[in-house]
Nanobody
Framework: QVQLVESGGGLVGPGGSLRLSCTFSRSIFSIYHMGWYRQAPGNQRTLVARITTGGSTNYADSVKGRFTISRDNGKNTVYLQMNSLKPEDTAVYYC?????????WGQGTQVTVSS
């Protein structure tokens, strides 16, 4: 059973930064892409950023230029660097891995942006 463990969430003021990490409990074969999603209360879960095994990335328009997704294959970890955070970035952030063996999800980490 593969587990995805997220960390790095918390409370930060507007304009601040956070770095989220997601580590897989073991290697996952045939990964298509890895990504971060978020869900605010009353809203659907939406894609924030995604990175393919080839390194191609795409971002939601609302976070372009502020967030950066990266990965460390040797550590089975994917990161989300979030800069210039805004109150509307407040949500639970979920790590996702899409692979031949199925989608995997983390348990979520809360990010709150507030003064």
């Amino acid at each position: 059973q593969v587990q995805l463990v997220e960390s790095g969430g918390g409370l930060v003021g507007p304009g601040g930064s956070l770095r989220l990490s997601c580590t897989f409990s073991r290697s996952i074969f045939s990964i298509y892409h890895m990504g971060w999603y978020r869900q605010a209360p009353g809203n659907q879960r939406t894609l924030v950023a995604r990175i393919t095994t080839g390194g191609s990335t795409n971002y939601a328009d609302s976070v372009k230029g502020r967030f950066t997704i990266s990965r460390d294959n040797g550590k089975n970890t994917v990161y989300l660097q979030m800069n210039s955070l805004k109150p509307e970035d407040t949500a639970v952030y979920y790590c996702n891995v899409a692979a031949f063996s199925g989608p995997y999800w983390g348990q979520g980490t809360q990010v709150t942006v507030s003064s």
